[in-house]
């Protein structure tokens, strides 16, 4: 069984985005070979759009550039590397993008795929609560000083 179709089998009905591509590091790699229904419905695209595309394709403005050398340095290792980044789903709405990546590689080491994990990381309402009770002590006071 190929390395797609044993990924296929577990990820066609997972709730996280999966994510196979060749081992090609060099633009215009890596390309997706496969992406799970999860990530279709994060990003809007389509499989038949994603196959023989990279996934650079998601990424725009607010992507953080360093943020992606360190995946690209991570799978010329190669090692598993894990990031959050900002990605734009088809209509154009940025997302934030929590990726985990695994290489997968060859008896000598040579890297022949990579997987990904990904899911979309919503902030919870307790980081502006907190913020507002940041401010709520730091900031201006009432006239009356309550
Ligand atoms: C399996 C896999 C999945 C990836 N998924 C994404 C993704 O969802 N969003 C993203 O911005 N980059 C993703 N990337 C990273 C880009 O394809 C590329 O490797 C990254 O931008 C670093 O290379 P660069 O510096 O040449 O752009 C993925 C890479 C791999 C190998």
Do not use: W
Not at 24 to 49: H, K
Not at 61 to 84: D, F, I, N
Not at 110 to 139: D, M, T, W, Y
């Amino acid at each position: 069984m190929s390395l797609v179709a044993a990924v296929r089998l577990m990820a066609e009905t997972l709730d996280h985005a999966v994510v196979v591509t060749d081992g090609a590091l060099d633009a215009p790699g890596p390309i997706v070979l496969y992406v799970n229904p999860a990530f279709e419905r994060m990003t809007g695209y389509t499989s038949q759009e994603m196959v023989g595309r990279s996934p650079r394709i998601l990424q725009g403005a607010g992507t953080s550039l360093a943020a992606r050398k360190a995946l690209a340095r991570s799978l010329r290792v190669p090692q598993p590397h894990e990031t959050t980044l900002v990605n734009y789903r088809k209509c154009g709405e940025a997302y934030r993008c929590h990726i985990q990546v695994y290489p997968v590689t060859d008896e000598s080491g040579r890297l022949i795929n990579a997987i990904a994990i990904e899911q979309e990381v919503k902030r919870g309402p307790g980081r502006p609560r907190a913020a507002r009770h940041l401010l709520g002590s730091q900031g201006p006071r009432a006239p009356d000083g309550a």
